[in-house]
C-alpha cells in the first residue's frame, strides 16, 4: 500500500536553532515529492516540489533532500523562527498531473522564544 | 498573489442534508481538486477534475459526492445525503500542469 510517514510526530525547537524532519515513503510509481506547510486552520502551503533526478532544493531557510533510492526526504529549517510554528507535511505524487497526493501524517513544529 | 477561496469556512447541517461546498480556483488554472482532512487525521484526495471532468477519484469519493464546474470561476463539491463521518476540512485545490497545488483555506463541514 502507498505511504508516507513522516517523523518525529512532533518537534519542539528554541528560536533560532536548527531542525530536520523526516519523511519515508513507499509510493510506487513515484513522481515527485512536495513539501507543504500548513498553519493552523488554513490550507497547506507549498515549500518545495522534487523529481526523480533532484537531490536537494533550497526555498529560503527551507532545504529539502531526496533519496530517490532509500525512498527517503528530510526538510531542513534554519534559524527558525515563531512564524515556522506549523504542520509541516511530505506529500507525494504518483503521476506528472501531480493530482492524487499522498499525504503523510505531518510534523507539528513548535518555535518557542 | 491570487488565491483559491473557499466558502463558507464553516457549514454545520443534520445528518442527511445535502451539503454543497464552494470553490474558486484561481483563474489561470486548468487542474481542481477536492481533498478533505478529518480531524487529526492525513489529508486523503478525493477527486481530480480537468477539461470538464473528473480525471481521478479515491475510494471515498463514492456515489454520494459529486463536482461541477457550473461556469468559468466556481468549483462545487456536492455530498447528497450527509453522513456522521463526512465531518471534515474540506479543501480545494487548483494547478497548472506539473505545479505544486494552491489550496484554499477549507470549508469545516460539521454533519450533527
Known amino acids: 500500500k502507498n505511504q508516507v510517514e513522516q517523523s518525529p510526530q512532533s518537534l519542539i525547537i528554541l528560536e533560532g536553532k536548527n531542525c530536520t524532519l523526516q519523511?519515508?515513503?513507499?509510493?510506487?510509481?513515484?513522481?515527485?515529492l512536495r513539501w507543504y506547510k500548513q498553519d493552523t486552520g488554513r490550507g497547506p502551503v507549498s515549500l518545495t516540489i522534487?523529481?526523480?533526478?533532484?537531490n536537494t532544493k533550497s526555498n529560503g531557510r527551507y532545504t529539502a533532500t531526496l533519496d530517490a533510492d532509500t525512498k527517503q526526504s528530510s526538510l531542513h529549517i534554519t534559524a527558525s523562527q515563531l512564524s515556522d510554528s506549523a504542520s509541516y507535511i511530505c506529500?507525494?505524487?504518483?503521476?506528472?498531473?501531480?493530482?492524487?497526493?499522498?499525504f503523510g501524517q505531518g510534523t507539528e513544529l513548535s518555535v518557542k522564544p | 498573489e491570487p488565491e483559491v477561496t473557499q466558502t463558507p469556512s464553516h457549514q454545520v447541517t443534520q445528518m442527511g442534508q445535502e451539503v454543497i461546498l464552494r470553490c474558486v480556483p484561481i483563474?489561470?488554472?486548468?487542474?481542481f481538486y477536492w481533498y478533505r482532512q478529518i480531524l487529526g487525521q492525513k489529508v486523503e484526495f478525493l477527486v481530480s477534475?480537468?477539461?470538464?471532468?473528473?480525471?481521478?477519484k479515491s475510494e471515498i469519493f463514492d456515489d454520494q459526492f459529486s463536482v461541477e464546474r457550473p461556469d468559468g470561476s466556481n468549483f462545487t463539491l456536492k455530498i447528497r445525503s450527509t453522513k456522521l463521518e463526512d465531518s471534515a476540512m474540506y479543501f480545494c485545490?487548483?494547478?497548472?500542469?506539473?505545479?505544486?497545488?494552491?489550496f484554499g483555506n477549507g470549508t469545516r463541514l460539521t454533519v450533527t
Open positions: 485545490a487548483s494547478s497548472r500542469s506539473n505545479s505544486p497545488l494552491h
Open positions: 519523511c519515508n515513503y513507499t509510493v510506487s510509481p513515484f513522481s515527485n
Open positions: 522534487m523529481t526523480f533526478s533532484e
Open positions: 506529500v507525494v505524487s504518483e503521476n506528472n498531473q501531480g493530482g492524487k497526493l499522498i
Open positions: 483563474s489561470n488554472h486548468l487542474y
Open positions: 477534475f480537468y477539461n470538464n471532468e473528473i480525471s481521478e
